[in-house]
């Protein structure tokens, strides 16, 4: 076969659109939503519970999914995963009330967890350190992308068709991505389309962590690690600006600054747009500090979450502007620094966790950072009604401080827990 120059970029670019299936057909949701409210005969409350039936699918699995496209390999993994979310999306159309759609809803949780680990594991295996974090930023702009298009797609198909058929639409694009994905992806070490020189590019620019060394440890081991931790505890607080994002967004639109769908569909993309420009700007940060400032590989990631999480401010003053408009503009901030602080965070577990232990890693951070996300959306729909959006949008910002915070006192650990992972490698 012939061979494909920069084959690795091609690779996440395959990646980066099932992101955007499988995030088209979760942000369906969150577009719907005031429809569905009405058809359907939910409280904003109920609402929320179909959104905790999906966050705790996605939380549950994400750990299990990691471990089994670490187990089965990634080219048959995730195209079975992405089959089973494009099965789950389609029943989306056979709703009847609150509680089929967040059966249908928890289904897609428990099968779509298996994007991000995935995405993670071809990053680990794809691409020398230094440009792990600028892959990650392309791959994971498809979180936005998908969501993006989600409103002017999903309002499209809503009044051509019913909504019912936007849940059909945005389903069967997940089996076609799938296909695609089982016919072209091999790992490295089996891709004929692969040049000689770029999987020694690939190999030789990789510095594993010292567990490499003794082979890939337990998974008792792996999130027992500071390492770990430090990943974690700083998508805890990340998340729930995302769900926020995802899945309130065109209800807090619609029920306190009184648009309407058709100016939801105009507008209520730009945040993510903006998220995948904040993505990509996380990327090419890291090694612009890495050659400018001569910032080590680890810290450079860290200099750009803590970036993140100061522009975070913007969206936690929404509460307190008058104009839609500006409140858009500031989500349009979130957006931005959300995605750069994803970005770098979840490259982190390609940096410090060897690439065969990388999905279990991301899935179990990904859990963390998921139970972050459902708890916040179940604070969202106990008090949205009550006390306003504003107040909870407020507590945002304050979240990716303290999960800054954390990140840099665990990491700082890191090199300690090296230091006697050596001294003991050596004893042996």
């Given at each position: 076969?012939?061979?494909?120059?920069?084959?690795?970029?091609?690779?996440?670019?395959?990646?980066c659109l099932g992101?955007?299936?499988?995030?088209?057909?979760?942000?369906?949701?969150?577009?719907?939503?005031?429809?569905?409210?009405?058809?359907?005969?939910?409280?904003?409350?109920?609402?929320?519970?179909?959104?905790?039936?999906?966050?705790?699918?996605?939380?549950?699995?994400?750990?299990?999914?990691?471990?089994?496209?670490?187990?089965?390999?990634?080219?048959?993994?995730?195209?079975?995963?992405?089959?089973?979310?494009?099965?789950?999306?389609?029943?989306?159309?056979?709703?009847?009330?609150?509680?089929?759609?967040?059966?249908?809803?928890?289904?897609?949780?428990?099968?779509?967890?298996?994007?991000?680990?995935?995405?993670?594991?071809?990053?680990?295996?794809?691409?020398?350190?230094?440009?792990?974090?600028?892959?990650?930023?392309?791959?994971?702009?498809?979180?936005?992308?998908?969501?993006?298009?989600?409103?002017?797609?999903?309002?499209?198909?809503?009044?051509?068709?019913?909504?019912?058929?936007?849940?059909?639409?945005?389903?069967?694009?997940?089996?076609?991505?799938?296909?695609?994905?089982?016919?072209?992806?091999?790992?490295?070490?089996?891709?004929?389309?692969?040049?000689?020189?770029?999987?020694?590019?690939?190999?030789?620019?990789?510095?594993?962590?010292?567990?490499?060394?003794?082979?890939?440890?337990?998974?008792?081991?792996?999130?027992?690690?500071?390492?770990?931790?430090?990943?974690?505890?700083?998508?805890?607080?990340?998340?729930?600006?995302?769900?926020?994002?995802?899945?309130?967004?065109?209800?807090?639109?619609?029920?306190?600054?009184?648009?309407?769908?058709?100016?939801?569909?105009?507008?209520?993309?730009?945040?993510?747009?903006?998220?995948?420009?904040?993505?990509?700007?996380?990327?090419?940060?890291?090694?612009?500090?890495?050659?400018?400032?001569?910032?080590?590989?680890?810290?450079?990631?860290?200099?750009?979450?803590v970036l993140g999480?100061?522009?975070?401010?913007?969206?936690?003053?929404?509460?307190l502007v008058a104009?839609?408009?500006?409140?858009?503009?500031?989500?349009?901030?979130?957006?931005?620094?959300?995605?750069?602080?994803?970005?770098?965070?979840?490259?982190?577990?390609?940096?410090?966790?060897?690439?065969?232990?990388?999905?279990?890693?991301?899935?179990?951070?990904?859990?963390?950072?998921?139970?972050?996300?459902?708890?916040?959306?179940?604070?969202?729909?106990?008090?949205?009604?009550?006390?306003?959006?504003?107040?909870?949008?407020?507590?945002?910002?304050?979240?990716?401080?303290?999960?800054?915070?954390?990140?840099?006192?665990?990491?700082?650990?890191?090199?300690?827990?090296?230091?006697?992972?050596?001294?003991?490698?050596?004893?042996?």
């Amino acid at each position: 076969m012939k061979t494909i120059k920069g084959l690795r970029w091609w690779i996440i670019v395959l990646v980066c659109l099932g992101t955007i299936t499988n995030y088209l057909a979760r942000n369906s949701l969150g577009v719907l939503a005031p429809t569905l409210k009405d058809e359907l005969g939910m409280s904003t409350q109920q609402y929320s519970y179909v959104v905790a039936a999906f966050q705790v699918g996605y939380t549950i699995m994400q750990p299990v999914c990691g471990f089994i496209v670490d187990l089965i390999g990634l080219r048959i993994g995730f195209a079975l995963f992405g089959v089973l979310w494009s099965v789950a999306g389609v029943l989306h159309a056979g709703a009847t009330g609150w509680l089929s759609l967040a059966g249908f809803r928890a289904l897609m949780g428990l099968t779509e967890a298996a994007a991000i680990p995935s995405g993670m594991k071809a990053v680990a295996e794809w691409f020398p350190d230094k440009e792990k974090s600028v892959a990650v930023g392309w791959f994971n702009s498809g979180t936005s992308l998908g969501a993006m298009l989600a409103p002017p797609l999903v309002i499209f198909l809503q009044i051509r068709y019913g909504w019912q058929s936007a849940f059909v639409v945005t389903g069967i694009l997940g089996f076609v991505w799938a296909a695609l994905w089982f016919a072209f992806y091999r790992s490295p070490r089996d891709h004929a389309a692969l040049s000689d020189s770029e999987r020694e590019t690939i190999i030789s620019g990789q510095l594993r962590p010292v567990s490499a060394v003794r082979g890939k440890r337990p998974v008792k081991d792996v999130v027992r690690s500071r390492r770990f931790w430090a990943i974690a505890l700083a998508r805890f607080f990340a998340e729930p600006a995302w769900q926020t994002f995802s899945f309130w967004i065109p209800l807090y639109f619609v029920n306190e600054r009184h648009l309407d769908l058709k100016s939801i569909a105009m507008f209520a993309w730009l945040p993510f747009l903006a998220a995948d420009l904040g993505g990509l700007a996380g990327g090419y940060l890291s090694p612009f500090l890495i050659n400018r400032f001569r910032i080590p590989l680890v810290w450079s990631r860290v200099c750009g979450v803590v970036l993140g999480a100061v522009m975070m401010i913007g969206p936690a003053c929404v509460g307190l502007v008058a104009s839609p408009y500006v409140a858009i503009a500031l989500f349009c901030v979130g957006g931005f620094a959300h995605q750069m602080i994803s970005g770098l965070v979840n490259t982190l577990s390609a940096d410090v966790f060897d690439p065969e232990e990388v999905g279990t890693a991301s899935g179990f951070a990904g859990m963390s950072a998921w139970i972050g996300g459902l708890g916040f959306s179940l604070l969202v729909g106990a008090l949205a009604d009550t006390v306003g959006y504003g107040p909870l949008f407020g507590m945002l910002g304050a979240f990716d401080l303290i999960g800054a915070v954390l990140l840099i006192i665990l990491i700082r650990g890191q090199s300690t827990e090296e230091r006697a992972a050596r001294s003991l490698q050596s004893s042996v």
